[in-house]
């Protein structure tokens, strides 16, 4: 609330106003039997006052005071209203109702700003005719605080707050089909935590917490719990283990606070309030998360950077700012290329409002971003919206609707690579803290109407809502993104190797990422977003590559492919298949989806000249066996004669084709024939 709104209640609610009857003024005529109680609930009137009464307001410790007072007199107006106003601007925010309806009560000819007070507080429980109806007896307030800045609350804002609480009655009318659980006690504490993140297979969850035990141990001056601390936890197939503080070097003794994670978990962006509010990004080495560094000038301003989120392919960044060159207003979602020079875009106006955009999250198909707006047709405060990146243009956003969005603000939303499950924070009945972490479970059309305890579905502030209605299916469970993930091993000691990962567009042949797997678990995930061809290519010094392909047409529906791969050392006999060599059906024509392999295998023979090669063609058993037989010699031939045409020696390479005589699974189905149909080359000398 502006200071001058708050200096007029101070002087039109103080506790010498009684002008109503039902109204107990703090008086010894009211309470002649207790002259001692009413002078220690004066005394802390007093000093609530004093905190209430600075600039900037102290609500978190007038707050004590106040419920002290109140204890004593609990039938004071005014007294009731700054308490409603003291917890409007805390994390319990609609704790402030009921005292606010008992001064409207107790007080019937209160001034007319406290109209503003109970519809706020109306609003945030969802209330929403009652609020619209307090909105319009409220006033506009104009005036200057002592510092002099000007602060107002127009009649505009008043129309602004009852167009949101309209939007809420359409979207509560519909509410999407979910179920919102408490993360539990494994990440969730007796203090505020939020902001949490996921790897796309939802193996790792970051989140960050105000809890005990923070590293620095200093706690927030305005009541807020202790200094931002980020913690770390797994999931153990069942439920989370119990999040641990991630320590120095992540953490120091200022506020630290998660910002986005790679969708492999290797790598991390967090906020620093010990760099003047910097989003840096610290990368997983092993077991341990080093230094956080500075991501550069073009992301980090002397204005304020507070979220952001990695492109699939981690060459993106996008980033929220309130910078004002390119702004459209309040903070806005930018584009910047992070290895490139050209400066941060601003994603425009279908995106972007006038008021606060925040939280933003690309999803791992590398289309669709999730982020919340003070604008759009939010339902009060921050709302999370869905936006999708199609024919080079954003889609209108779209609000999530209830029961995820609520009047109070509903920021920093993720999901799992799938879309099947999403997570953020929220202040809820029956949580362990003043925010706790949720997960939600989009329903997929498909579903029935199920029936859930009230304690099973957590569906509003209020009150949970039972599943006895089909409401609109939820777009976001059908990711269309394949994930790719398992251990690199060395083949012959079983060890987990740090290798590089290159991801390749075999249609253009250029490189659209690179990876690398965990130098201690060997683990590695990649994220491929559905309508294109690729080319998975694992290398390490010393090594043979390997290579992979997946060919993922647009639409393709989400799966989660695990693929181990233990890497070979360059030995003689060693055979390694060319899963990205390409011929059509039936003939020895190579398609130029090859060339990206074919010239991986003409590097490696240039930079080993001993090295000498057999290529092996291998077809399955369907048609005659001799006409197999031509065909993989063919084909064999074709890629011996790429080599020797780009500057390799003829007598380094030999073509041999086997037909169908060597398959490496049973001819039974269609999966086992594609195994068998391979080009591969095996060492014979170097």
């Known amino acids: 609330m502006p200071a001058f709104f708050r200096l007029l209640l101070l002087l039109l609610l103080a506790p010498t106003f009684q002008a109503a009857a039902q109204s107990v003024a703090f008086t010894k005529d009211r309470f002649p039997d207790n002259k001692e109680g009413l002078r220690e609930a004066m005394r802390e009137l007093k000093e609530g006052d004093t905190e209430y009464g600075a600039d900037p307001a102290r609500y978190a410790q007038a707050l004590p005071h106040y419920l002290a007072a109140q204890q004593f007199n609990p039938n004071n107006a005014g007294l009731n209203v700054k308490i409603g106003d003291c917890y409007l601007h805390s994390t319990t925010r609609t704790a402030a109702l009921p005292y606010l309806q008992k001064a409207a009560k107790l007080d019937v000819t209160a001034d007319a700003r406290t109209h503003y007070l109970l519809a706020r507080a109306l609003h945030l429980s969802a209330k929403w005719a009652e609020a619209i109806a307090e909105y319009q007896q409220a006033p506009p307030v104009g005036g200057n605080t ?21 939007n809420g009655q359409q979207l509560m009318a519909k509410p999407v089909r979910v179920f919102i659980d408490n993360a539990g006690p494994e990440l969730n504490s007796a203090d505020s935590d939020y902001g949490p993140v996921v790897s796309a297979d939802e193996s790792t969850i970051v989140i960050t917490s105000r809890r005990a035990g923070s590293t620095g141990g200093k706690k927030d001056p305005e009541g807020n719990g202790y200094f931002e601390d980020i913690y770390q936890a797994t999931w153990t197939g069942k439920t989370w283990s119990r999040a641990a503080n991630l320590g120095a070097p992540v953490n120091t003794d200022d506020h630290n606070a998660t910002v986005g994670l790679a969708p492999d978990g290797q790598r991390m962006l967090v906020y620093s309030g010990g760099n003047g509010g910097d989003i840096l990004e610290a990368n997983l080495s092993g077991s341990a998360w080093g230094k956080p560094k500075q991501l550069g000038s073009r992301i980090n301003t002397r204005s304020h950077e507070t979220s952001a989120s990695y492109s699939p392919d981690g060459r993106y960044l996008y980033f929220v700012s309130n910078r004002e060159e390119g702004s459209l207003g309040g903070s806005d979602i930018y584009k910047v290329e992070l290895d490139g020079r050209a400066p941060a875009v601003n994603l425009g106006s279908i995106i972007n409002t006038p008021y606060g955009e925040e939280g933003v999250f690309m999803q791992p198909d590398g289309k669709t971003m999730f982020f919340s707006s003070e604008g759009h047709n939010t339902m009060g405060g921050y709302d999370i919206f869905k936006s999708v990146f199609e024919n080079g243009k954003w889609s209108k956003p779209e609000n999530l609707g209830w029961p995820i969005n609520t009047p109070d603000d509903d920021v920093f939303f993720v999901t799992s690579a799938s879309g099947r499950h999403g997570y953020y924070s929220s202040d809820r009945p ?65 060890q987990p190797l740090e290798a590089t990962i290159d991801l390749i567009d075999n249609t253009s042949g250029l490189t659209i990422a690179t990876f690398r797997s965990n130098s201690t678990s060997g683990r590695y995930l990649v994220s ?23 060919d993922l047409p647009a639409g393709a529906a989400y799966a989660e492919v695990v693929k181990d791969i233990a890497l070979k050392r360059l030995e003689m006999g060693v055979t390694i298949v060319l899963k990205n060599i390409f011929f059509d059906t039936g003939k020895a024509s190579l398609r130029p989806e090859s060339t990206a392999e074919l010239e991986r295998l003409q590097k490696l023979l240039t930079e080993t000249p001993a090295l000498k090669l057999e290529m092996a063609g291998h077809t399955d ?35 041999a084709g086997y037909g169908e005589t060597r398959p490496v699974a049973p001819n039974t ?17 170097k």
């Open 146 to 166: 002592r510092n002099g800045s000007a602060e107002v609350l127009t009649a505009s804002d008043l129309q602004r707050y009852i167009q949101q609480c309209r």
């Open 430 to 494: 029956g949580g362990l803290g003043a925010k706790d972490i949720y997960r939600i479970t989009f329903l997929g059309a498909e579903k029935q109407p199920l029936l859930s305890e009230e304690d099973q579905l957590l569906a509003s502030r209020l009150a949970p809502i039972k599943q006895t209605v089909l409401a609109p299916a939820v777009e976001v469970a059908t990711a269309q993104v394949t994930i790719l993930k398992g251990t690199v091993t060395d083949d012959a000691t079983k």
């Open 528 to 550: 491929l977003p559905s309508g294109t061809n690729y080319g998975i290519v694992v290398r390490q010094d010393g090594y043979l590559f390997h290579s992979e392909n997946f």
């Open 621 to 655: 058993d369907v048609g005659e066996a001799a006409k197999n037989q031509d065909l993989s010699q063919r084909r064999a031939q074709a890629v011996v004669t790429y080599l020797t045409q780009h500057g390799i020696a003829a007598g380094r390479l030999t073509a």
């Open 669 to 685: 189905n269609k999966a086992n024939r594609q195994l068998n149909r391979r080009t591969e080359f095996k060492v014979t000398g």
